[in-house]
């Protein structure tokens, strides 16, 4: 159902994040580069051979001192063996085998996931180098020469990931399925929702594992339709956690959002919009993904007339680039207005993945021109020529110009509401590109 996943682990200078820069950036086809909140990329989708997989960068392990060595060492290979398929333990070949690597590879070993050895910086690769022998001591099984600053050995060590990863998931057909992130801060009742919606008027229920073991799916199916709910770790504020487990934190959820179709945003009633929201809410929206925000513990919010719209208008203002997500009052405790998610749930997927003519899409674009003209800058009038749609999830349409400079954001934004009020594109972000095209 979700793509396999790949974990690279070892010591901090062994060439990890240049293996996966190299890997993501050369020798496989990008499906997408997803960036996560921090500047260093932390994981991309990738393809070898056919196989869509992700591809991690856990990161090296940087101990402040030689005392807390051990239990970072063991925290990190944790992480992994929860997130992984597949882990490609890197290894320094000139440094050879270290204690540290002792004990990555004891820890690794004890998880029983499949694991591909690879040896880095055998820079002057052309035979078997003899280095390379005493890595058998691990018992890991072959190890593999490679060099990912001069790209030796690289396709050996893909095709042997090939090999270990799991080949059901690509096959399975879940079109029918709707996958559902429920995404949020911690304590904001993610895990409650989920319960609810799985202790009542179920039909079929299977637990699966997910990515990690704070990301849970949920298979369920009602009256309404099939789906999977992926109860998703919450982010905390930097301040309660070390940056490593903030890190990771924000990785489980970005891996969550990326395999969903329709996110649920929860927001505690009592704490309103904070900037942990927003954060987790831009994130969703960048990934171009359905939104709902569900405002929860709604029973125990004091209210009087007038409050439901006022909170919302509270949110959007904070929120102003979710302005398009329906917003839900609810009680994951007492089940108030859960019911009412699955056809929003529907709605949403379905206007995310909408597929709209050409014909129908210029017949409303002439409509918005001859409203509001195109906009002109020292005498030169933008001309719009016709609009296409490129893609679906998000809805993502392509306008030919004949001067990309005078398509100014304001028209764009004006373009794209009118997009949403004709065709009721509701929950879900629509993307614009701009390309130039001769005037004939």
Not at 6 to 34: M, Q, W
Not at 267 to 282: C, F, P, R, S, W
Not at 349 to 363: D, E, F, G, K, Y
């Amino acid at each position: 159902m979700s793509k396999p996943t790949v974990a690279i682990v070892g010591r901090p200078n062994v060439g990890k994040s240049t293996f996966f820069n190299y890997i993501v950036g050369k020798r496989i086809s990008i499906v997408e580069d997803t960036p996560g909140v921090t500047r260093d990329r932390i994981y991309a989708d990738t393809n070898w051979r056919g196989m869509d997989f992700t591809l991690i960068d856990t990161g090296g392990i940087e101990p402040e001192n030689d005392d807390i060595i051990i239990s970072q060492m063991r925290s990190q290979a944790d992480m992994a063996v929860a997130i992984a398929d597949v882990i490609l333990f890197v290894t320094d070949l000139k440094q050879g085998v270290t204690e540290a690597d002792k004990e990555i590879a004891l820890m690794l070993k004890k998880s029983q996931k499949p694991i591909v050895l690879v040896c880095n910086k055998a820079d002057n690769y052309g035979k078997t180098p003899d280095d390379i022998y005493e890595f058998y001591n691990l018992g890991i099984g072959d190890p593999y020469a490679v060099s990912s600053v001069n790209a030796i050995g690289i396709g050996d060590v893909l095709d042997a990931i090939y090999e270990k990863l799991p080949k059901d998931n690509n096959n399975k057909d879940d079109s029918e399925i709707i996958k559902v992130a429920i995404i949020g801060k911690p304590n904001v009742g993610k895990s409650s929702l989920v319960n609810k919606i799985l202790g009542e008027n179920r039909v079929i229920v299977s637990n699966i594992a997910g990515t990690t073991r704070d990301a849970i799916d949920s298979e369920f199916e009602n009256e309404f339709g099939k789906y999977v709910f992926i109860d998703t770790a919450g982010i905390r504020r930097k301040s309660k956690v070390t940056e490593n487990l903030e890190r990771y934190s924000v990785m489980r959820t970005l891996l969550a959002v990326e395999r969903a179709d329709v996110c649920i945003l929860m927001i505690d009633a009592n704490e309103g919009v904070t900037e942990q929201d927003a954060k987790i809410a831009g994130e969703a929206h960048e990934a171009g993904k359905g939104i709902i925000i569900a405002v929860n513990k709604w029973d125990e919010y004091e209210k009087e007339n007038g409050t439901v719209e006022k909170y919302k208008k509270e949110i959007y203002n904070k929120l102003a680039y979710l302005s398009y997500a329906p917003i839900i009052f609810i009680s994951a405790k007492t089940g108030q207005r859960v019911n009412k998610l699955y056809e929003l749930i529907n709605n949403v997927a379905n206007q995310n993945a909408i597929r709209i003519s050409t014909s129908v899409l210029n017949q409303v674009l002439n409509e918005a021109i001859a409203i509001v003209q195109p906009p002109t800058d020292k005498g030169k009038r933008l001309k719009i020529f016709y609009m296409t749609q490129a893609s679906t999830k998000p809805p993502t349409f392509v306008v030919f110009v004949n001067d990309k400079q005078l398509f100014h954001f304001s028209y764009e934004r004006y373009l794209v509401n009118q997009l949403r009020k004709e065709f009721i594109l509701t929950g879900t972000p629509i993307r614009m590109i701009v390309r130039e095209k001769k005037d004939e």
